[in-house]
Nanobody, 124 residues
Framework: DVQLVESGGGSVQAGGSLRLSCAHS??????MGWFRQALGKEREGVAA???????????RYADSVKGRFTISRDNLRNTVALQMSSLKPDDTAMYYC?????????????????WGQGTQVTVS
């Protein structure tokens, strides 16, 4: 069964930081990503980390979060993290962990089709 479980969301004041984590059971060799969906808006890609390490080209970020968010993965522990700093009210959204799947939602040049349940981030 597909398993992506997010944690680490919460409420924070503008300028603060949060670290989201995604535990997965089988995506050690998959492209992984974080998406978010704010109320009344479409889901959007935030960050992606590719299955194959390629130096500085191993990750991709939405312009709105560049320099503030960092995605990382630990293939030994089967986790993917999103470190978020300098948070803004516009970052308020439900954040979803995603794993790559052909034919899924496109972001960072790869497609994602497996989703977690999401974790809420609220910035005030």
């Amino acid at each position: 069964d597909v398993q992506l479980v997010e944690s680490g969301g919460g409420s924070v004041q503008a300028g603060g930081s949060l670290r989201l984590s995604c535990a997965h059971s089988r995506y050690t060799h998959s492209n992984m990503g974080w998406f978010r969906q704010a109320l009344g808006k479409e889901r959007e890609g935030v960050a992606a980390i590719y299955a194959i390490y390629n130096g500085d080209r191993s990750t991709r970020y939405a312009d709105s979060v560049k320099g503030r968010f960092t995605i990382s993965r630990d293939n030994l522990r089967n986790t993917v993290a999103l470190q978020m700093s300098s948070l803004k009210p516009d970052d308020t959204a439900m954040y979803y962990c995603a794993a790559g799947q052909n034919g899924g939602t496109l972001f960072g040049g790869v497609r994602f089709g497996y989703w977690g349940q999401g974790t809420q981030v609220t910035v005030s």
